[in-house]
């Protein structure tokens, strides 16, 4: 990988953090860096790569980068609880909008 | 008490928090938790917040979720009339010759770049077989008035089958004014025909925009447009603006040119990634940066003269305001989940080629037919209900997209395949890198932000999201 000297390593312990966060925390950082996740043992090790991108803050600092992925992981485990606890009443939502339950509404008198 | 589906964002210290339907409220970082672990209880004030914006509901109550379902429905009612507008390519010869065209103009050849009658008659048949009660036939080019005869033949021929089909027709011819006259405006006025143009700001701006033989674009689009107020009403017609590089420090002056012309708003849009603008590489000129600061002051300036009681909407933020003001649907075909392609636009080009969106004609006029439908042979359903076009649609939800799922704007934004074909050549594409992303993020933030600390703009930009 080039710029192997500014990379960057981050680990999550597989036990606490789920690979689904991670990687959407990954995808979220596209453009700013690009972030390999491989499993070692009991651990994911998410390496992070710096990319120039005029567009994007500068996330060269590497303390600056961690951070962000931090708090990206950190936002993602919390949407993740969202869904867990809000798929089954939004599906509801969507079959009361869209669905068989808004034909049965339509269909009262 | 339970959770109730909502999207967020970091935003600062705090977070921007929304609702299924895109209704905001800012939350510090303890708030969003504990709303999400509901450790919220009547009088604590955060409960309340939540309960108002739809956030959680009492254990058992179905009120909630049905204002949502009624609100999330409305928002989407546009699926029940699937495609109003029809454009038809009526030539695509042009005698003006811009660097950014997105339509690869052509300026020889007659009998090659226009419209046959076969094709017309064919793509009006498409047209009327559209479920939409009220449809719009929109005539574009090249410069739709090099084939006059054609759009006058169209409009005599769609006016005899709406009533047949009983269907109401409108009508725009989206032209740059040069070559409109008495008899042009004549037709209009009779067949109630609007007229939409651009007009990029004063004449030396425009006019290096937009070359043409004489240099004098400007002139004629500018008497065209007096013309066509004196004659069909100034509500008759409409222009739009094209952001270029040369555009970026002059956005007042090009506010000011509308004003001086009596035209009732300004839409700040930037260059589009089809066409003369990628061949010419005016696109790669500025960055969605450099355009969200153009953006920015020019929205400023606009608000500085409404403040003065002159009503003039900026139509890029209306469009947003409307969809978080109201839960109307909203016609606008870029800014929609499923996509407007095909669902809200099908386009017949001069040779009877059909396309899922005008920008998928640009694109095809580059070599790339992914958008390319069928042809005027077939029927509306079969170019509807294609494979290619429901892969496209389907692919490029917002609702299910990468980021998108979680995005707290999702409510407000829309999928814009095309864009993201042409940019990346992924019609879903990777938001990080999305400038139309980056777009819509910029603008509604603005807008949020405004809305939260200058009441004065605040009440203007609510009346022109219609409340």
């Known amino acids: ?109 | 008490m339970e959770l109730l589906p909502l999207r967020f964002e970091r935003a600062g210290k705090s977070y921007l928090v929304s609702n299924m339907v895109g209704d905001f409220v800012r939350l510090s970082g303890d708030e969003l938790n504990r709303l999400v672990d509901l450790r919220v209880r009547p009088g604590d004030g955060l409960y309340e917040k939540a309960y108002a914006a739809h956030l959680i509901t009492g254990e058992g109550q179905t009120a909630q979720r049905q204002l949502l379902a009624l609100r999330l429905r409305s928002r989407m009612a546009y699926l029940r009339e699937p495609t109003p507008l029809h454009i038809f390519v009526v030539t695509l010869r042009c005698e003006h010759s811009c660097p950014y065209c997105q339509v690869s103009r052509q300026s020889t050849d007659r009998s090659k770049f226009d419209m046959s009658e076969e094709t017309a008659r064919h793509a009006l048949n498409i047209a009327f077989e559209s479920p939409s009660k009220r449809i719009k036939i929109e005539f574009q080019g090249g410069e739709p008035l090099l084939n006059f005869p054609m759009i006058k033949n169209i409009v005599a021929a769609a006016r005899t089958q709406a009533g047949t089909v009983g269907k109401a027709v409108d009508f725009v011819i989206a032209s740059n004014l040069a070559l409109l006259d008495d008899t042009v405006l004549a037709f209009c006025k009779s067949n109630g025909v609007l007229l939409s143009t651009s007009l990029d700001g004063p004449a030396d701006l425009h006019n290096k925009n937009r070359p043409r033989p004489g240099g004098n674009s400007h002139e004629l689009a500018t008497r065209g447009i007096r013309r066509a107020q004196e004659v069909l009403g100034p509500e008759q017609i409409g222009a739009l603006m094209t952001t270029t590089e040369a555009s970026l420090d002059r956005v007042e002056e090009i506010v000011d040119e509308y004003l001086r012309l009596d035209l009732d708003g300004i839409f700040l849009r930037p260059l589009s990634p089809y066409g003369f603008a990628v061949k010419t590489k005016a696109i790669r000129k500025y960055n969605s940066k450099g355009w969200l600061e153009f953006y920015a002051r020019g929205l400023r300036y606009v608000l500085e003269i409404n403040r003065t009681g002159r009503h003039f909407p900026e139509f890029y933020a209306t469009l947003i305001l409307k969809r978080m003001f109201a839960d109307r649907p909203l016609g606008y075909v870029d800014l929609r989940s499923p996509a407007g392609i095909g669902l809200g636009a099908l386009v017949y080009n001069y040779d009877g080629k059909v396309f899922a969106s005008d920008e998928g004609r640009m694109l095809a006029e580059m070599g790339d037919q992914t958008f390319e439908l069928g042809s005027v042979a077939q029927s509306y359903r079969s170019l509807v209900f294609s494979d290619k076009l429901l892969d496209l649609i389907g692919s490029s939800l917002t609702q299910c997209a990468p980021e998108c799922l979680d995005c707290v704007y999702e409510a407000h934004c829309g999928a814009d395949p095309v864009y993201h074909h042409a940019t990346q050549a992924d019609p879903v594409g990777m938001k990080p890198l999305s400038e139309f992303c980056a777009r819509q993020k910029g603008v509604t933030n603005l807008l949020l932000e405004i809305l939260e600390t200058s009441p004065q703009d605040a009440a203007i930009l609510r009346r022109w999201g219609g409340m």
């Open chain 1, 1 to 109: 990988m080039g710029g192997a000297t500014t990379d960057l390593v981050v680990e999550f312990g597989a036990a606490v953090q789920s690979l689904g966060a991670l990687q959407a925390a990954a995808y979220r950082l596209i453009g700013s860096a690009t972030c390999q996740i491989d499993q070692v043992a009991d651990h994911f090790v998410c390496r992070l790569t710096p990319v120039n991108n005029p567009n994007k803050k500068s996330s060269h600092d590497s303390e600056a980068l961690r951070i962000h992925f931090l708090d990206l992981v950190t936002d993602e485990n919390l949407r993740e609880r969202i869904a867990a606890r809000t798929d089954g009443v939004r599906n509801v939502i969507l079959a009361l909008a869209f669905g068989s339950l808004a034909s049965a509404q339509n269909d009262r008198p």
